[in-house]
């Protein structure tokens, strides 16, 4: 039973356009939720998060949208570059458990 | 440059062989973890330490057995390893231990472990 799906594995998007990655978990105990990059060859490195208890978190080019009754979250890369190509990895927080469980990843390319 | 270094940055090993993996970070961080990652798939969570007790073991094999001498350093045991087990194995830790579960995760750039 996968708890965090991330059903796009790839994306391609233009330099200086929007790109849009999504996030659905089914697990209504999680109460955090944030966003990995991951370049080759390098561990994930946190991007930004969002609480359960709000609906938007942003941070310079990066915006994490929080929809709860829908069990979704996206986040925007405005304008996209292309050094945000890389792995994008979704995580939900169980405090109950003690631990994050994260989606497959998605793979951004930002084309010049 | 990552806060969290592994050691070694490669590593091959045979199926009789025992190594180690060695994690170590200087942020006070209370919290250290192992994931391992297989090519096309998400980190897979299999020990969390807690202010140097062991929290969570996710199943995973006794031929894994993990170690955390102090609160810096996190080690991982390897021995009699099957060929399946070939993947990037990740330390990660965060700063208060495992209640604050919102705190993000700082990973190092993780040992890929060939076993043949």
């Known amino acids: 039973d996968q708890q965090v799906k991330q059903n796009s594995p790839s994306l391609s998007v233009q330099e200086g356009r929007i790109s849009i990655l999504n996030c659905d978990y089914t697990?209504?105990?999680?109460?955090?939720f944030l966003w990995y990059k991951k370049y080759p060859a390098e561990g994930p490195t946190f991007l930004i998060s969002i609480s359960s208890i709000k609906d938007k978190n942003e941070d310079g080019r990066f915006t994490v949208f929080l929809n709860k009754s829908a069990k979704h979250l996206s986040l925007h890369i405005v304008p996209s570059q292309p050094g945000d190509s890389a792995v994008y990895f979704c995580?939900?927080?169980?405090?109950?458990?003690?631990?994050?469980?994260f989606g497959d990843g998605t793979t951004l390319t930002v084309k010049p | 440059d990552t806060e969290v270094t592994q050691t070694p940055k490669h590593l091959v090993m045979g199926m009789t062989n025992k190594k180690s993996l060695k994690c170590e970070q200087h942020m006070g961080h209370r919290a250290m973890y192992w994931y391992k990652q297989k090519a096309k798939k998400p980190p897979e969570l299999m020990f969390v330490y807690s202010y140097e007790k062991l929290s969570i073991n996710e199943s995973v094999p006794s031929r894994f057995s993990p170690e955390c001498p102090n609160s810096s350093l996190l080690n991982l045991h390897l021995h009699a390893l099957q060929p399946e087990d070939s993947a990037l194995y990740l330390c990660a830790s965060s700063p208060s231990g495992t209640k604050l579960v919102g705190s993000p995760l700082h990973f190092g750039n993780g040992t890929r472990l060939t076993v043949t």
């Open positions: 697990n209504s105990m999680f109460d955090y």
């Open positions: 995580a939900a927080s169980n405090p109950n458990a003690g631990k994050s469980t």
